[in-house]
């Protein structure tokens, strides 16, 4: 089976993302990245997880990816060289470019997914009502098939392959569909280790009351050398930028410890935490529902527990 | 300024769905009511038709049974009109063909300068919808919005990324996807809750609209399994007395990881 895996750079290197679904695809075919954008020295990583070829647009010059990349894609397709899957990671640019693929390709797409599995057909799994039930959809019809996953859904490890071969991809001219551009890029800055590689996750959400009290979980998350996380509910609130989002619409966390301050558990904040080794929760609420997979839970006011756990944490030096 | 909301009716988000064991797909069944994500959506709508000095916002839904409740909500905050595609044919359709079926009756709705979605469904969150339709009707897009604002026919927004976020610039038409929290929907007033009683609705088919393979038949896919996931059950849990913090000590110290 021939496998494309759309492929993410940032700051010169393969996304984790990336690097995972890399993975998974060489036990199932033969496999290309797909990069939109300049490969740098990304070749190499990206060989080493499983791409044999890496077909590459160049740079995309204030476009979106949307439209110019599933044009390039559909253009490759067109030329007599579609692959029977692709495989894409559920960010927001790979969305897009999977939505205007699929009308071109007049295909579905399946997103949501966390599993794979290929015997003649193509079946994905999805977790549904918080990840209480897994649902296997397998795609009818004929490929390219147009599959999308989240993060963390499998383990990246390299193999022993060298850098896959570059291939230059033109993209086509833009019609009506690309003409929105970017014009300015802006970066949020952030200290300590990244949220879904951190062993510690703090994250905070509606229950501390206000922006400014999410200083607490800055301060438990420097202690601990975790990384500050977050409900939606706060984001969409502005206190916090979006990269620190937990869930179903953010990032996928598997840290050894999750303390989740403030946080009500609802099935969108829960699957993006429950891989979690250990769980701790502080909520005012017993009945809430996180206390349902908390492996250690307190009933109380974040205003007051976090505080003295600051600082009996300080004491300890 | 016309613009043109796409609203989602949902099942109550309080009471959780089921999946229909007949037919693996989510049971929607009862009274839906309009889905929170779109709120945004119309409220954005509203101020930009307010701040251009004239349009309208009209709306578009696709919901099994005729259900108008939700459309009548986004009405009563101040939509005039809507169009309601209600067939049984459409059970079992992919995003795909949502995605050709609202476009059909965007179109329907006269020329718009602006179509609205929200990035995501609270109900079937497959998160395309909005630049399918985009791509289905030959135009560009602004997706993931945080920010917008509209000077001299072209759309300025702070698209959301990854690492943080994009200024996107786009001239009209286009479709936008818009995330929760962009503006703050408004309380339907109790004269608006009356004023929509009497607002114009069009109920069609997909027939109507003239876009065939929908359905079961034209899902490019098929659920093959439905099973439980391992569930992860409850630890210890403790009132705080003024030392539950200590029992959060204790537990990392457990753990090693302090
Ligand atoms: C399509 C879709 C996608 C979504 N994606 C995500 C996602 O990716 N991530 C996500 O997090 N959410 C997501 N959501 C939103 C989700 O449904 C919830 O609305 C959100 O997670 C709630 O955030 P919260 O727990 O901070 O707030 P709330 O639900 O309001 O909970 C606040 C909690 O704080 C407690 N509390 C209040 N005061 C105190 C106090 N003084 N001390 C201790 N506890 C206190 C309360 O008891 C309550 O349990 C999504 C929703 C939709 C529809
Ligand atoms: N049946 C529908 N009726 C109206 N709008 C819809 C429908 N399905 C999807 N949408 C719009 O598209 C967005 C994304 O939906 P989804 O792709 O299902 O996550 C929703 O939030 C709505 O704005």
Known sequence: MNIWVYAEITDGAPTTGTLELLTKARSLGTVAAFVAGDVGNAAAALGAHGAATVLATGDLAGRL????VSAAMQALIAGGNAPDLIMMPMTYGARDIASRLSVKLDKTVLTNNVEISTDGSVNVTTPVFGGNVMVTTTFTGTGPHIAMFRPKSFVA???GAGAGTVIAVAVPD???TGAARVTAV????????????AAIVVSGGRGLGEAAKYEMIESLAKILK??????RAIVDAGWVPYSYQVGQTGKVVKPSVYIACGISGATQHMVGMKGAKNIIAINKDKEAPIFGIADLGIVGDVHKVLPKLIEALKARG | MNIVVCVKQIPDPANPGALDPGTNTLKREGKLILDESDSYGVEMALQLVDKAGGGEVALVSMAPNGEVSGLRTALAMGAARGVLVSDPSLQGSDALTTAKILAAAAQRLGSADLIIAATESSDGYTGTVPEQMAEVLGLPSVTFAKKVEITGGILKAQRQTDAGFDDVECPLPLVLSVTAGVVEPRYPSFKGIMAAKSKPVETVTAADLGVAGVGWAGAGQKIVSVVAAEARGAGEVVEDDGEGFAKIVSFLENLKVI
């Open chain 1, 65 to 68: 990816p949307g439209p110019a």
């Open chain 1, 157 to 159: 490890e390299a193999g």
């Open chain 1, 174 to 176: 833009a019609d009506a």
């Open chain 1, 186 to 197: 802006h970066v949020e800055e952030s200290s300590g280790p990244k949220l879904d590689e």
């Open chain 1, 226 to 231: 975790g990384a500050p996380a977050a409900s």
